[in-house]
């Protein structure tokens, strides 16, 4: 049967929380654990992410994750990269003077 989101992070935490040497360290995992459950909890269709960077306090706690078969992904970051993505994947407008991006179907305009 499925987990629910609290069981799978509280496996989770437990597993992570033999690399805990802090307090601080304690509240970290505590964070990304919480992250973790709200991503579940809303059912996105993304992946739950989060940089390698904030995850470098778990130390050996790394491959622990690895083990457990999660994966480290380069993610596009920059609007550049991020259009160049988009211009392969469809047809999109960014309005001048606005931080938004208009995706159209290419069925709708081909």
Known sequence: PPL???RLTQNLYDALFQYILSKDQEEKLQKFIDMLEEHIKLRDQTPFSVPI?????L???LQELRLLNWSEIPVAETIEVISDLLTRLTIFKRP????LI???PYTMVR
């Not at 960077?53 to 306090?57: A, K, P, R």
């Not at 001048?96 to 931080?99: C, D, L, M, R, T």
């Open 96 to 99: 001048a003077g606005s931080n």
């Open 102 to 104: 208009w995706v159209y």
């Open 53 to 57: 960077e904030e995850l470098e306090f």
């Open 4 to 6: 629910t989101p609290f």
């Open 59 to 61: 130390d050996e706690g």
